[in-house]
């Protein structure tokens, strides 16, 4: 493991030094327990502030993360219902990734506007 990243660890985990030497991180992707595996990514277009759009997952997404690509303070109203955006919705706030994972959304479309003009909204989903 690079020592570099093994001290910033040991700062997070072991912030006095107590421990001796962290063991070793490591990803283990088991395809065969139903994880999700194959990314998708989308570049939402969203022209004109305050009306929506939406985004259809693909089958089998089980994890999704949004998030604006713009650094003007852009907020997103995210909603699951068409219309809802604008009056029952959950505010993805200005430099904020929202992510929910766990989940089964085959079949399952979002709603989302943003309050500027010209704005592209991020959207990475895995299917397994």
Do not use: C, Y
């Not at 992707?29 to 999700?36: C, E, H, L, P, Q």
């Not at 997103?76 to 993805?92: N, R």
């Not at 904020?96 to 085959?106: G, K, N």
């Amino acid at each position: 493991m690079d020592t570099t990243f093994k001290r910033i660890i040991r700062k997070i985990f072991d912030p006095l030094g107590f421990a001796g030497d962290i063991p070793a991180i490591r990803v283990i992707s088991d395809r065969s327990k139903g994880m999700a595996h194959t990314p998708l990514i989308t570049n939402l277009s969203a022209p004109v502030g305050g009306t929506e759009v939406s985004h259809a997952f693909a089958a089998n997404t089980q994890r999704f993360e949004v998030k604006a690509r713009s650094s003007l303070a852009t907020e997103i109203q995210f909603a699951f219902v068409s219309g809802e955006s604008s009056t029952l919705f959950f505010t993805i706030v200005a430099g904020e990734l929202h992510s929910e994972a766990d989940l089964d959304l085959t079949g399952v479309t979002i709603f989302l506007q943003t309050d500027k003009n010209n704005q592209i909204i991020e959207i990475k989903e895995w299917a397994k």
